[in-house]
């Protein structure tokens, strides 16, 4: 008898499955939800689009994800509507890298500054999300494609001023998810760009890169710089063929870059990056926020566990996005405080945040690289950003609760 049973090559349990086939199979990620000139939701218009940039000459590779048609989402309405048994998965994962261990307190390097709520919130889950207030006269998005390799959802706050609209600062956003899951497009990052965006009165570039392990690292933090690279470009006249939301209504003298999780590792590796290389146009980076930042080693950290350090899903999920990684958990793109790490003081911007959260099995790591910062001689203004009772990236997957207000509060002020 034939058995139709695939075979297993890999696996990242409870994340994902390799097949001897190819096929990658996902236990954690969110559905895709569409753009749109007007955002039913909360009035944000939406577009895809691909980057292109001299440095990304592949055209054989195939995209992280094709600009997605309105078939392929959930709902052809865009709602955004998903099961029950779908959320509670992401919130598997939000749990896998925030409470992989019993949170214990510790004290802050002294010479950082400290901010932190003591607001306290549960996680909830619900069959259907809820919609948002019409702010549909406040916020545009769409999905626009930078290279063969590279897209984007852009998201753009309108102003009832036109002097003020073309004056707007840029964000280049890296999402979540562990360099293997979640998507610019999804679900779960699609409602916290668009508050923020509209919040902060910025345009927000969400990149899309190649996720692992169809595409290895270093796949995400090449397909992150030619991004950040496309969006320096529109300082330029005549260069390429560019998006005019960013053409028409950015300000490249406020050119910040962030994420939160594996998100916010590549924004970290991309702030290195240029302060070495530098950008197109000589554009500065004004800031780098880091909510969660995903770093690890293999040495523990303050309250990490000796024991099932290699065994911990953040030691394993770095192993399994980047085998072939040089030095392996202590390549410096993962541990910024390795032997051969590029000097902190390289880092590429004025300004840092650095944010935390008091139950995140992150939270030590957070602190030590916002110590490490200070240390370096890096010259900027720095702050660590703490809220205490929450888990990992808990604006992310609950941003309507309290402490997710007060998080994205921060970062709004941040941004101006």
Request: charge should be neutral; include cysteine.
């Amino acid at each position: 008898m034939v058995s139709n049973a695939k075979t297993v090559i890999s696996e990242l349990l409870p994340i994902l499955r390799v097949y001897q086939d190819g096929t990658v199979e996902r236990f954690v990620d969110s559905p895709f939800v569409p753009s749109s000139p007007e955002d039913p939701s909360i009035g944000v218009s939406s577009k895809y689009t691909t980057i292109h940039h001299p440095s990304q000459h592949d055209s054989t590779s195939q995209n992280s994800h094709p600009p997605p048609a309105k078939e392929n989402f959930p709902y052809r309405d865009g709602s955004l509507h998903i099961h029950l048994k779908k959320k509670s998965a992401i919130f598997i994962f939000i749990r896998c890298m925030s409470q992989l261990h019993s949170f214990r307190a510790s004290t802050y390097p002294q010479g950082l500054q400290r901010r932190h709520s003591r607001t306290l919130c549960r996680l909830t889950l619900c069959s259907t999300v809820a919609r948002k207030p019409n702010y549909r006269r406040l916020l545009a998005s769409k999905d626009t494609t930078i290279s063969p390799l590279v897209s984007a959802r852009l998201y753009l706050p309108k102003l009832s001023s036109p002097t003020h609209q073309k004056n707007l600062p840029n964000l280049v956003y890296f999402h979540g998810g562990g360099f293997c899951i979640e998507s610019a497009f999804s679900f779960l990052y699609h409602n916290p760009m668009n508050s923020l965006a509209s919040q902060a009165k910025v345009i927000i570039v969400s990149v899309e890169h190649r996720p692992a392990p169809e595409h290895p690292l270093p796949a995400a933090y090449e397909d992150s710089w030619t991004a950040l690279q496309w969006v320096a470009s529109h300082s330029l006249k005549g260069t390429i063929k560019k998006d005019s939301w960013l053409s028409d209504n950015g300000d490249f003298d406020r050119v910040y870059i962030g994420g939160d999780s594996a998100g916010a590792n590549i924004a970290h590796n991309m702030a290195l990056r240029a302060g070495t290389e530098g950008l197109v146009g000589a554009i500065k980076i004004s800031g780098l926020f880091l909510s969660h930042p995903y770093f690890w080693g293999s040495d523990p950290t303050g309250s990490e566990s000796v024991l099932v350090h290699e065994e911990n899903i953040l030691y394993r999920m770095w192993t399994f996005a980047y085998p072939s990684a040089p030095g392996g958990i202590d390549h410096p793109m993962i541990n910024p405080f390795a032997r051969d790490a590029p000097s902190l003081s390289g880092i590429g911007c004025s300004r840092l945040l650095v944010c935390v959260a008091g139950k995140d099995d992150l939270r030590e790591r957070g602190i030590r690289y916002a110590e490490a910062v200070r240390e370096s001689g890096w010259g900027g203004d720095l702050e660590l950003f703490e809220v205490e009772g929450e888990g990992h990236c808990f604006h992310i997957a609950n941003p309507g609760t309290d402490s997710a207000k007060i998080m994205v509060n921060r970062l709004v002020s941040f941004l101006q």
